[in-house]
């Protein structure tokens, strides 16, 4: 028999109570509207087995994710009918797929919609394009015969900018508005997290949250509501004792000024601990400061243990991920923080 694999040196702890009080939140202030949650990304990095039972467990009903290939692991925990694939259909073969399986296709352009009725048809979303251009049915478009043609659920846009105070929200708000009148719906959607933020006039049905779920703060509106959800722990793996001009970590960027002990911690850029991260951060241990010394390794990290010489191998230290200071420190989105998380923070 293969044996079991030593415990992880890597813990990724979720807050499930956090992560439910935050959709909770959302639901509440998005008015009359239903919140729903983007789970995409493996729920942004935090795990979709994780994180979509707490999430339906708090009364989500809607769930979204980018990719056909991300239908399956949701679809483990909730009915496939509340899963919608913001992609689209793009061929024939991911229309006959969402009608096998019975995913709601969104649909973005009339190439799409007629995959979707040529597979047979029935509900779906559709996104009109306010002014992202990225994904979406251009409003001159919105009376073709194939758009025409759908049996529409949601009609939904989505916003570029709401985490700013920009002129383009209110656009984008009216020209959704204007949209409406156009297609024949049964409920509208345009707020994510940030556009939860901005007020009712932006919430109509249903609202999308995604990174406010996970304890992203896009506006600092939610900054008193939001709560963290995620904590990252790693181990030391080994301590040492380096003199004065000794110098750690690849290129040699730090160099020590005297004797000092340190410690190498199991976490690196391939877990989302970026190098970006490594200048003038630092590691902890019960309060403790331990400043991150030279470059960031794919798997290591090595700390200055001067303010912690109590810490021995196997001891477990705290990665800072208050994603609000952390995006400041690495001019890293807090949607990049979260989803760059590597696999092994998950086993």
Request: aromatic fraction near 6%; proline fraction near 6%.
């Amino acid at each position: 028999m293969t044996p079991d694999p030593p415990a992880p040196t890597l813990r990724l702890e979720i807050d499930s109570e956090a992560l439910a009080a935050n959709w909770k939140a959302l639901d509440a202030l998005s008015g009359g509207a239903a919140a729903g949650a983007a789970v995409k990304a493996d729920c942004y990095g935090l795990g979709v087995d994780t994180c979509v039972p707490v999430l339906r467990a708090a009364g989500c009903r809607h769930f979204f994710v980018a990719h056909w290939s991300e239908v399956a692991s949701v679809a483990r925990h909730v009915p496939a009918r509340e899963i919608a694939v913001l992609h689209g259909p793009v061929t024939r073969e991911e229309a006959e797929y969402a009608r096998d399986i019975g995913a709601v296709p969104v649909i973005n352009s009339p190439e799409q919609a007629s995959h979707w009725t040529d597979a047979g048809g029935g509900r779906c979303h559709l996104m009109v394009d306010t002014g992202i251009n990225r994904l979406g049915v251009a409003p001159r478009d919105l009376g073709d015969p194939a758009i025409r043609a759908l049996e529409v659920d949601v009609l939904m846009s989505h916003l570029a900018c709401a985490d700013e105070d920009s002129a383009m929200n209110l656009r984008q708000l009216e020209a959704f508005r204007a949209a409406l009148d156009l297609v024949p719906h049964r409920a509208a959607s345009l707020a994510n997290s940030a556009g939860i933020a901005l007020g009712t006039d932006y919430a109509f049905d249903l609202t999308r949250p995604g990174l406010a779920l996970y304890g992203g703060i896009p506006r600092g509106e939610l900054g008193e509501t939001i709560r963290p959800v995620a904590r990252l722990r790693a181990k030391l793996i080994q301590c040492r004792d380096i003199e004065a001009g000794d110098s750690v970590g690849y290129n040699a960027e730090f160099t020590a000024p005297a004797p000092m002990r340190v410690g190498t911690v199991s976490m690196g850029y391939a877990d989302g601990f970026l190098r970006a991260r490594g200048p003038g951060n630092a590691l902890s241990s019960e309060g403790r400061r331990l400043p991150i010394l030279g470059k960031v390794s794919m798997d290591m990290v090595v700390v200055d243990l001067s303010d912690a010489p109590d810490l021995a191998a196997g001891d477990w230290l705290d990665v800072p991920f208050d994603l609000v200071d952390a995006a400041r420190q690495s001019a890293l989105s807090q949607y990049e923080l979260l989803t760059v998380l590597g696999a092994r923070l998950r086993r």
